[in-house]
C-alpha cells in the first residue's frame, strides 16, 4: 500500500488596500457593485470556492472597513488584515499576519480580479509543486511599438514577452523572507519581489477574462462577460398577508414603522420580506418560506425575517447566480408607507446584498375593499428576476 502524501495547505491572500485612485467614482473598485455584488466578494468567493485553497485572508484599508464589512457579510473569513501604504507594504502586512499558522503555499491575489476562473488558480496551485514560484500571465498578442516625441521609433519583437496578472504563488517561508528583504524597495509586483530574491518563477497560462478592473469600462465589460454566463433567466412571485393584533409598531420591509397596532404572524410578520423570500425561493424551484422555516418551530417565533431572506440569496449564490432585480408592492390603508420607502429601499439591498436601483418598494390600497380597505391586516406581493448560470 502506497502512502498518499498529504495536500500541501494553500492560503490565498486577497490584496484589497488600495484607494482606486484612477478609477474614480465615490468609493474604491474594489467595493462597487459587479452585477449584484461587490467586485470584492466575488473574487473572494472564487477562492472560497476553490478546493486547493484552505484560507482566504483580506487586506484592508482600514478607513473603508464599513465597506469591507457590508461587502463580505455572511462569507467565512478571519478578521481582515490593515494593508500599508504601497500595494508592496499591504502585501507584506499580509504574509506577517498568515505567518503566525504559516502555510505550505501561499498565493496572493489582486481584490480588483474578480473573473480569475477555477483553472487558473489550480494550474498556478500545481506549478508550486515544481517552482518556488508561478504566476498567472497572458502572451502579448498585440504589435508592439516603441516611441518618442509621439512618433513611432520602431517595432519592439513580441516574442517572448507576457503580461502579468495574479494570482502570483509561492512556497510561503520563501516568499515571506523575500518581502522582508525587499522592504523599502518599489518593486511592481511580487514576482519582481520573488526575482530579486534569487526565486525561479513559473509562468501559468491565464486567461484575458482575468484582467483588472482599473476603470468604469472596465467595470462595465467585466459585467458584460458574468452577464454571459448567466443566460438562465428565472423570475418568480410571492404573496404574504397578516392580520393587525394589539402593538405600536408594524415591521415593514425590514424597517419598524410606528402605528397603532402590529402585525401578528411567523416570526416578526413582516409581510414583505416574507414575500419577498417567498419570490426569489420560487424563482430557484425551492419551494416556500414555511419549508424552509416552518412555523411550528418555536425558534422563529418573533425572528427577524431578514433572516429568511438572506437564506435566499445565499441559496442564489451557491448556485452561482444573482439577484437581478427585486420588486416589492405593500398593500394598506396605514400605515403610509411613502415616508419611509427609502429606508426600506436601502435595508433590503442591504440584507440582499446588492446596489439599492435594483430594488423597488411601492404601496397601494384596495380603495377601502376587502380586509386591508377594512384595516384588518396587511398584504404584499412581491417579484424577483434571478439569473442563473446555464
Known sequence: MTDRKPQPSCAALIVAGGSGRRFGGERPKQYCDLLGKPVLRRTVEAFLAHAGITAVHVVIDPACRDLYDAAVEGLDLPEPVAGGGARQDSVRHGLEALAAAPPDL?????????????????????????????????????????????????????????????????????????????????????????????????????????????????????????????????????????????????????????????????????????????????????????????????QWRGADSARFLRHAADLVARRGGVIAHVDVTVICERPKVGPHREAMVARVAEILGIASDRVSVKATTTERLGFTGRGEGIAAQAVATVRLPG
Open 106 to 298: 501561499v498565493l496572493i491575489h489582486d481584490a480588483a480580479r474578480p473573473l480569475v476562473d477555477a483553472q487558473t488558480i489550480g494550474a498556478v496551485i500545481d506549478a508550486l509543486a515544481r517552482h518556488p514560484g508561478a504566476i498567472a500571465a497572458v502572451p502579448v498578442a498585440d504589435t508592439l511599438q516603441r516611441g518618442e516625441n509621439g512618433l513611432v521609433a520602431g517595432l519592439v519583437e513580441r516574442a517572448g514577452l507576457w503580461r502579468a496578472q495574479t494570482p502570483q504563488g509561492f512556497r510561503f517561508a520563501d516568499i515571506l523572507a523575500a518581502h522582508r528583504a525587499a522592504a523599502g524597495q518599489e518593486l511592481t509586483d511580487d514576482a519582481a519581489v520573488a526575482e530579486r530574491a534569487g526565486l525561479p518563477v513559473a509562468l501559468v497560462p491565464s486567461k484575458e477574462e482575468n484582467f483588472k478592473v482599473t476603470t468604469p469600462d472596465d467595470l462595465t465589460r467585466a459585467a458584460r462577460l458574468i452577464a454571459t454566463t448567466l443566460g438562465d433567466i428565472r423570475t418568480g412571485t410571492g404573496f404574504d398577508v397578516h392580520r393587525f393584533a394589539e402593538g405600536d409598531f408594524v415591521t415593514l420591509c425590514g424597517v419598524r414603522v410606528p402605528h397603532d397596532r402590529k402585525l401578528d404572524g411567523h416570526s416578526d410578520a413582516d409581510v414583505g420580506l416574507h414575500a419577498l423570500t417567498d419570490a426569489i425561493l420560487g424563482a430557484l424551484g425551492s419551494g416556500d418560506i414555511g419549508s424552509h422555516f416552518p412555523p411550528s418551530d418555536p
